[in-house]
């Protein structure tokens, strides 16, 4: 699987920013997608999972009523829709797959990575 993370840029704080994952392959629905992101000088972080059939979210405190997370399994992409974005958002975005039933901190597959940058 080949994941292409998109939709990364500046934004000021309380904007708004939609990120995308397109996945190859034909397995793609079989499974659980995600997001992590690495603040400079910070290890990265587990922000957001979605299952692969029943579609279950799964999102870290600090972005939880903000953030969503879905997935199109015809499209082969997963979406992350960030709004009310605070200067702390600021990172490097990561997508993932994951075999397993849950979003592991060693998902399969690894996207290339979208800056999301939040001027205050």
């Known amino acids: 699987v080949q994941l292409q993370a998109s939709g990364g840029g500046l934004v000021q704080a309380g904007g708004s920013l939609r990120l995308s994952c397109a996945a190859s392959?034909?397995?793609?629905?079989?499974?659980?997608m995600g997001w992590f992101r690495q603040a400079p000088g910070k290890e990265r972080e587990f922000v957001a999972s979605?299952?692969?059939?029943?579609?279950?979210?799964s999102y870290r405190n600090s972005v939880k009523d903000r953030f969503t997370i879905s997935r199109d399994n015809v499209k082969n992409t997963v979406y992350l829709q960030m709004n009310s974005l605070k200067p702390e958002d600021t990172a490097v975005y990561y997508c993932?797959?994951?075999?397993?039933?849950?979003?592991?901190?060693?998902?399969?597959?690894w996207g290339q990575g979208t800056l999301v940058t939040v001027s205050s």
């Open positions: 979605i299952k692969q059939s029943s579609g279950t979210t």
């Open positions: 392959g034909r397995t793609f629905g079989t499974y659980t």
């Open positions: 993932a797959a994951d075999r397993r039933s849950y979003m592991s901190v060693s998902p399969d597959y």
